[in-house]
């Protein structure tokens, strides 16, 4: 590791532990989206009008439903009926998701390019994630959805921090060092702090752990799964990992061999594109 990953590392870590690092605030829309959800009574049209509110958002949830993996036979063209064909807890968890990509502003060209790498790879990943949640768990697909949206969330007020340090944002191998040695920390600060589910709250900092035991499938065994399908055949580090020796695809009864044949799966890598 060089001498500036390192102490750049160091500053960040005791940033974090000390609460000193400023983290983003979830945007009011995400917390009036998230407050409306907790309500067991919601009807569909009153979280239209708060989701409503934001326009990108709702053309985005709309996007959502005519993607493949959910595409109805007509096509759906206003955020009511999106929102009553994915349903009031999915309808608020993706919206949060997607509320998310808004919160990170670059100033530079490197930093904007490297946001919009990692949130299309987080989309993709969240796509496969709640495909096979749907098919292979009973647990819940929108929370998986987010679980994949969230994952590498961390990254993003890393990149943030190297706006400020040149010398970090001139030295791109520095720059990648940090990143994965402090995004699973960061992103489980940052999702305590938004007071994610606490089933999600973890996420970050274990789906990296492909040797992770746990007696239940879980929401990290299928973000991890979908990382490594979504990293297969790259010349990223994810696509050495030895599949079979992953615990998760044997807790969802899943043979990493089939997987490459999954046309669901291919579909539910552009669900939110």
């Known amino acids: 590791m060089s ?17 000193d690092l400023v983290l983003p605030t979830l945007p009011e829309v ?12 919601i009807s569909v049209s009153t ?23 959910l595409r109805a036979a007509q096509e759906v063209t206003d955020l009511h009926t999106a929102i009553t064909r ?3 807890n999915y309808s608020s968890n993706l919206a949060i998701g997607l509320v ?3 919160i990170f502003h670059a100033r530079s060209e490197v930093v904007e390019q490297k946001m919009r790498e990692v949130w299309r790879k987080s ?25 994949g949206l969230v994952h590498q969330i961390g990254v993003l007020p890393i990149l943030t921090y190297a706006e400020d340090h040149y010398e970090l944002l001139s030295d791109p191998v520095s720059l ?14 940052l999702l305590q702090v938004w007071e994610f589910p606490e089933m999600l709250v973890k ?46 695809f044997k807790k969802l009864g899943i043979d990493p061999e089939d997987m490459a044949m999954c046309n669901d799966l291919e579909e539910s890598r552009s669900m939110f594109y």
């Open 203 to 248: 996420l970050p900092g274990q789906y990296l752990d492909f040797k992770r035991q746990s007696e239940q499938v879980d929401y990290v065994d299928l973000v991890q799964i979908a990382s490594l399908y979504c990293h297969k055949d790259t010349d990223h580090p994810l696509s050495r990992i030895d599949e079979l020796s992953v615990p998760a």
């Open 86 to 88: 994915l349903g009031i």
């Open 100 to 102: 998310m990509e808004q």
């Open 123 to 147: 989309l993709q990943i969240a796509g496969v994630s709640y495909a096979l949640c749907r098919s292979h768990t009973q647990l819940k697909p929108d929370q998986a959805a987010l679980g």
């Open 47 to 69: 979280l239209s009008k708060v989701i409503g509110r934001d326009t990108a958002l709702s053309a985005r949830l709309i996007k959502v439903v005519n993607s493949p993996l």
């Open 30 to 41: 995400a917390l009036q989206i998230r407050k409306a959800a907790e309500d067991p009574e």
């Open 176 to 189: 990648n060092h940090v990143i994965e040695q402090i995004h699973p920390l960061l992103g489980d600060k």
């Open 3 to 19: 001498e500036l990953a390192e102490k750049v590392q160091q500053d960040l870590v005791e940033a974090i532990d000390n609460d």
